[in-house]
């Protein structure tokens, strides 16, 4: 659990950004997302081009940003990886903030905003890709496949290795962003391409959802390609 020493300024701060979610409210959007299963502490179902737009008018602050974060609400969550400065994230606080995370729309967020621009991002897209905990693997694919080109071919041919030993799963998550990020991989270059292609073939004959999903999303990726 995470304990702050009070400071009214930053109190106030995060009064005047939670009027501004609550303003720009979306009940549609936060009943949809409650129905199909995505729940959140509290959720103001705002639009990430409105969450963007608050976020803007804000210094990047560490403290703000952990604080927002811990209030556990789903914009302030997202608004945290926007305004976190990147020089003083380290990387036990990123994998712990990786822990606390079991949304798609927040590793999504969270992988994008912010851990894609950690000078130490491939270091820690490998320690969760090699991770046990189901949502930090699903954080580390998500990762991979914005952050694949800074890998050596061998550093990469390692994690494409990794993939394929967690693709055989029941976890839908976490096969599509296997799948995602196997598909963007292709585009390193051709003997990576082929080489992901020439795995996928020795598991065609498993009867398998996760498999045939990332078959297909290497099929469509390849074409275009």
Known sequence: MNFYISNPELDNTINEIKRKFKLSMNGITADYMKNSGIVYKLNYGVSIPRI?????????????????????????????????????????????????????????????????????????????????????QITGFMLLLRIYQQFSKTELIQLIDKAFELSDTNEFHLYKTIGLSLSRCCRKDDSVADYILDKIKLKTDKDSDALRYIANELKQETEFL
């Open 52 to 136: 963007r737009e608050i976020a803007q008018g804000y210094t990047p602050n560490s403290d703000l940003a952990d604080r927002l974060w811990v209030i556990g609400i789903r914009e302030t969550m997202i608004m945290s990886s926007l305004i976190q400065p990147v020089e003083s994230f380290k990387i036990e606080k990123a994998m712990n903030r990786i822990a606390e995370t079991d949304k798609m729309e927040i590793v999504e967020q969270l992988s994008m905003n912010l851990l894609a621009k950690l000078p130490y991002a491939t270091t820690l897209c490998t320690q969760c890709i090699n991770s046990p905990r189901l949502w930090t």
